[in-house]
């Protein structure tokens, strides 16, 4: 099966997936969300210039899969794992890699917490704060 990368979706155009922070994942009926604190480039529709004490232009949402089956690694997340920021706030470090078959196969690997392999109807990114 030939491999894909997060850049050839759509939706994650102009999303600096390998930058951006993960937050938490929860299962919603058959869907997977993963909450992250995004980083959009300069071409996205969303990007406003960050504030001096950034280095990116940082929108939290969720990557909604949807239509998950024959997932694997979730029960093995280490959700007891989290970085604390100088802020207090948490986070389960980068997305180290993220692939796709167009047959649906997904691999998701977070920096802090272990990897997903799972099956999906297709992938968004719903923004929380845009």
Known sequence: M??????EITELKHIDL?????????CVEDNLHINIEAVL????EAYTKPTPDLWACYKKGTLQFKEVSSL???EELKS??????AAGEKDYGHIEEFN???LGDYYFQIELAGFLKFKAKGVKFVYTNV
Not at 80 to 85: E, G, I, K, V, Y
Request: glycine fraction near 6%.
């Open 2 to 7: 030939l491999n894909h990368s997060a850049e």
């Open 18 to 26: 390998w930058e951006s922070y993960v937050l938490g994942w929860e």
């Open 72 to 74: 694997e690694g979730y």
């Open 41 to 44: 480039l300069p071409d996205h």
């Open 100 to 102: 796709f078959t167009k």
């Open 80 to 85: 007891d794992r989290p970085a604390t920021d």
